[in-house]
């Protein structure tokens, strides 16, 4: 059986997918890009500032579902530029001081309304 988590403090999802689902006392969280959840609208346009969005987007819905950041088990990092990947991981890194979890970062062509990063995670009740 699945669990669907849908919370106001992150943005609604944009497609036919929900925030996360728990299913066998695991969270997936879908990606999230830098959305405001009240407006619906990019917060920033340097990527120091849409990767603290996104990263407080997924806390928002991993604290909906009942857990939090130490629970993370993995995470996939997207971004519209690898350039950018050294600034990415210092907020990252803030949010995992100790023990981080599994991880792979990728450049994309393009993200959802051409965000500059989208970060999704897996963690654990």
Same mark, same amino acid.
């Given at each position: 059986?699945?669990?669907?988590?849908?919370?106001?403090?992150?943005?609604?999802?944009?497609?036919?997918?929900?925030? !996360?689902?728990?299913?066998? @006392?695991? *969270?997936?969280?879908?990606?999230?890009?830098?959305? /405001?959840?009240?407006?619906?609208?990019? &917060?920033?346009?340097?990527?120091?500032?849409?990767?603290?969005?996104?990263?407080?987007?997924?806390?928002?819905?991993?604290?909906? !579902?009942?857990?939090?950041? @130490?629970? *993370?088990?993995?995470?996939?990092?997207?971004?519209? /530029?690898?350039?950018?990947?050294?600034? &990415?991981?210092?907020?990252?890194?803030?949010?995992?001081?100790?023990?981080?979890?599994?991880?792979?970062?990728?450049?994309?062509?393009?993200?959802?309304?051409?965000?500059? *990063?989208?970060?999704?995670?897996?963690?654990?009740?």
């Amino acid at each position: 059986m699945k669990l669907i988590v849908r919370t106001s403090d992150a943005p609604e999802a944009i497609g036919p997918y929900s925030q !996360a689902v728990i299913h066998n @006392g695991i *969270v997936y969280c879908s990606g999230q890009i830098p959305l /405001d959840p009240v407006t619906m609208e990019f &917060v920033g346009d340097s990527i120091e500032d849409q990767t603290s969005q996104v990263m407080k987007n997924l806390g928002a819905v991993l604290k909906a !579902a009942g857990t939090n950041f @130490g629970s *993370v088990l993995k995470c996939s990092i997207f971004l519209s /530029d690898m350039n950018d990947f050294a600034k &990415v991981n210092e907020i990252y890194a803030g949010y995992f001081p100790e023990n981080p979890p599994a991880r792979e970062t990728v450049a994309v062509k393009t993200l959802p309304k051409n965000a500059l *990063v989208e970060i999704s995670c897996i963690a654990a009740l």
